[in-house]
Every structure is written in C-alpha cells, then in structure tokens.
C-alpha cells in the first residue's frame, strides 16, 4: 500500500509539472529580457526586423557616343607641277620648311624669256601705231572697214602675245599655292625640269582631319557640325568638329567616311597618326550599378529593391541601357533612390526593414558627365 502512494505521488508530480511547462510555453513567457527586466514573448522576437545593406545613390547623365578609330590626315596636300620648262636656278626652301602663300619656293633660269617679251611689247607698240592710223585713213575714206579690221586683228595678236610671255615669265617662279609645310622637294639647283614635273609637295595641317569609318548601323547617329573628342597614340586629347559624313559606303567594309576638323595652330598633330574618335550622339541621366543588385519580381521583370522612407521594401523594374566591364546602367528610376544591396533576395514587396548604411559605390569608367 506504501509503494502504490508512493507511486501516485510520483505520477501526480510529474503531471503538474508537465501541466506547468506546457502552460509557461503558452504563455510566451520565456526569452530574453526587455529594458524593465520583463521577458520578451516569443512572438514578439519572431518579428524582428530583417536587416539589409543600403547606398544611396543618385542618377548622373550618361553620354552615349559613337566611337571609331581613325587616323590623322593633312587638310590639303597639293604637289606643285613645273608649268614652263627650264634649268633651277634658285631654291628659296627647303623641305619641312613652313610657307606662306603665294612665297616662292624655287625659281627658274630667264634664258631667253626677257628678249622675247621685249620684242612682244615692241611689236604691240607698233601694231597699236598702225591701228590708229588705219582708223583716221579709214574716217577720211583713205582705208576701207576691213584694212581697219586686219589691223586690229594684229594689234590684239601682238597684246595676247605680249601677255602670254609675261605668264611664262610669272611661271618660271614655283610659289606656294596656301600657308603650309613643304613635306617634300623634288628638285633642286641645276635640275631642269619639263612642263608636269613635280617640284615640291605642299600640305596643310591647321587644321588638321581627323578621318574614321562609321557603321551602317551608327551612321544615322552622326551629323555634320557634332563636335568630337580626339585621342592621339601618346594619350593626348584634342576636340573636333565633324565636318563631312560620306553618302556612299565603301564597297569592301560597307562603312562610311566621316571627318573632323582639329585646330593645329602649333603644328603638334602630325599627318598618319592613329587617333580614337569619340562622338556624342544622345545623353539620358541613368544609374550605374553591379549586376549583382539586379533581382526578378514574380512576374519575372528585371529590376532592383530599394527601401523607402518608411523603410518599406519597394521594387523597381528598369531599363538595361548599356553594360560595362565593371557596371551596368539602369535607367527608368527615381533620381535619388536607397538601393538595396546585400539582402534584396531575403525581403518582399511592402516589407518593412532595418537599412544598414553601406560603403562607397562604385564610379563608371567614362560615358558620363557630372
């Protein structure tokens, strides 16, 4: 009889404390401990705020340009051809020497040239004595109209005649045809040199052109009086304007010539030298950010989360503009916006969240003005 109190006491003890856990586990009445000492519910603990990582970020005006690589070339580059015939007699410059217009570069031995003019101008004061003459014989009835006419017909020879050797005369000096640079001579003192010999070959490089090939595809983008940015090979800059865009591809690339006029006052830009050309064509204010940001709503829109001011959780679909080695830009966001970026794939729609300020954000490489 002893052992079976014994025993019911045991089992009466083992159920009040069973009764006592599962009452207390009810209740919520365990956990930590609040700021008056009491004990946080269970509840209430499952309804901490999930934390995430934000950075504020704020849009910047991308530029969007057309790039091509071309190549320096001289604005005008002429060669000076002999247009009379004869021995160099004199080289007024040199090559690589700078020139300015209508200064002569090399001259050619008189000869003969003097003595014939001299005759020519003596023959015309003679043809013009003989006119005026004719034309009072004539008034008198002494001549008839056409002896008058023949003897006009000679005093006009004997001016042409007089002219014509002035100009050969004029030619027998080479004179530079614009400002510019003698890039090459081919003659020199003593050579004797026949009407379409090359005697020296002149360009201009201020400006200079700046020539590149646009796609089919870009072509429609460029317009003539689009200013441009120069990069040479040694990393210097110079800016442009697009002066000509070509109507007619070139047969074997399918590509069209543009090109742009640099100023060159200091001659520091050199004919054939490797250029990149960088032309803006349209500008829109965008965000950059690491794909990794990137998330899909239910509906499967790529976009971004961020929080609002009431630290709610709000999705944004964007636009995917152009992608770089280190970023991508979104457009169609608010200028200003607190994007998430470590937790977006943990959180909804709606919800509210802790923000945890992160560090700096990363900068685009180019494409963008401040």
Do not use: C
Not at 30 to 43: C, H, I, Q, R, W
């Amino acid at each position: 009889m002893r052992k079976i109190i014994i025993m019911n006491k045991s089992i009466l003890t083992a159920a009040v404390l069973a009764i006592l856990a599962v009452g207390w586990i009810l209740t919520g009445q365990f956990g930590s401990k609040d700021a008056d000492g009491k004990s946080t519910p269970l509840e209430k603990q499952a309804q901490a705020l999930m934390k995430v990582r934000v950075a504020d970020l704020k849009a910047i005006r991308r530029v969007e340009t057309v790039d091509v690589t071309g190549r320096t070339e001289a604005s005008r580059m002429v060669d000076l051809r002999a247009e009379t015939d004869g021995q160099v007699k004199e080289l007024y410059a040199q090559r690589g020497d700078r020139i300015a217009v209508n200064k002569p570069i090399a001259s050619l031995r008189a000869d003969d040239r003097p003595a014939k003019l001299a005759e020519a101008r003596a023959i015309l004061r003679q043809r013009q004595i003989e006119f005026s003459a004719a034309v009072k014989l004539t008034e008198k009835g002494f001549r008839s109209e056409t002896e008058k006419a023949g003897a006009q017909a000679r005093l006009d020879a004997a001016r042409a005649a007089v002219e014509l050797m002035e100009i050969d005369i004029s030619r027998s000096t080479f004179r530079a045809p614009f400002d510019g640079t003698i890039s090459a001579g081919h003659v020199e003192k003593g050579d004797y040199v026949r009407v379409g010999d090359v005697t020296a070959t002149i360009v201009d490089l201020d400006p200079i052109l700046v020539v590149g090939n646009i796609s089919e595809r870009q072509i429609d983008k460029i317009e003539e009086g689009m200013p441009g940015t120069i990069t040479l090979i040694d990393g210097s800059t110079h800016t442009g304007i697009v002066r000509y865009i070509s109507s007619i591809a070139e047969a074997s690339t399918r590509t069209y010539r543009i090109e742009l006029v640099v100023p060159n006052a200091d001659l520091t830009v050199r004919d054939g030298l490797t250029a990149g050309i960088q032309i803006p064509v349209s500008s829109t204010m965008a965000h950059f950010v690491t794909p990794s940001v990137l998330t899909l709503n239910d509906d499967g829109l790529v976009g971004v989360k961020t929080v609002a001011a009431d630290n709610k959780v709000v999705f944004h679909p964007v636009d995917i503009i152009a992608d770089e080695p280190n970023g991508v830009w979104l457009g169609n966001l608010p200028e200003t916006i607190r994007l998430i970026t470590v937790g977006q794939e943990f959180v909804i729609q709606g919800e509210t969240v802790e923000p945890v300020q992160g560090t700096a954000w990363i900068a685009p490489v180019g494409n963008s003005l401040a």
